[in-house]
């Protein structure tokens, strides 16, 4: 309980019920390892993913208002996305605080970004629970930069990590990323990469290495979803 009265301080805010947010700092490997009937965070994760969607949304809609409805996902996906909220929850050092299995423990679970990322959002849901939206949203606000547009352009060089955050919204689908041709002798050869999202042909880019070639794939695939403004 001394952890949990701890991390409350942390982040600014005191659980009416103890027990949601020793849930939502209880990774999976941790309740099946116990011998007491415990429940993991993975049910949190699914609510609070939906709690920051919809408050990220909100703020998004209320202060930027020149921004068109494909730059407002672009935004958004770049807000939510793992590697963002990994850097989020590293601000109040919430890996420490997750309690998992010996097996995670071993393998440095309390650093792997999927596991600190849904603990993230399994904490605002507990807060969203305990506290109602109002909580919920002072909560995620705290992490949002001042300069939201100019932290999502610096960011977003990354373009495979955007599209697939947006596809991931539907589990059914998938992207893979082909090489479809090389040229050119080996000192300056030029590498062609497809995206196909179920063997559909969405996207291509063409470059110097195969990584390059597969992001100028990727951005091609955003202006055409709308996600991005052609420059």
Avoid: W
């Amino acid at each position: 309980m001394d952890r949990l009265s701890d991390f409350e301080k942390i982040i600014g805010y005191e659980f009416k019920n103890k027990a949601l947010l020793f849930e939502a700092l209880s990774h999976s490997s941790f309740a099946n390892e116990s011998k007491e009937k415990l429940k993991s965070n993975e049910r949190l994760e699914f609510l609070g993913d939906s709690v920051l969607s919809i408050v990220v949304s909100d703020y998004l809609f209320a202060n930027y208002k020149d921004l068109p409805e494909g730059e407002l996902t672009k935004t958004r996906a770049t807000l939510v996305c793992e590697k963002t909220l990994h850097s989020f929850a590293k601000t109040i050092n919430l890996g420490s605080y997750i309690m998992l299995g010996k097996g995670e423990i071993a393998t440095g679970g309390n650093e792997r970004p999927s596991i600190i990322a849904d603990a993230f959002e399994a904490v605002i849901a507990a807060i969203y629970l305990d506290g109602g939206l109002d909580a919920a949203r002072a909560h995620i606000l705290k992490f949002l930069p001042k300069d939201v547009k100019g932290a999502v352009a610096k960011a977003y060089d990354d373009y495979k990590t955007i599209l697939q955050e947006i596809i991931q919204k539907n589990p059914e689908e998938k992207v893979e990323y082909v090489l479809v041709s090389e040229s050119g002798p080996d000192h300056n050869k030029s590498f062609t990469v497809q995206v196909r999202l179920n063997s559909n042909v969405i996207g291509e880019g063409t470059a110097r290495s195969k990584k390059q070639a597969e992001q100028l794939a990727a951005k091609e695939t955003l202006k055409l979803m709308g996600c991005l403004k052609d420059e």
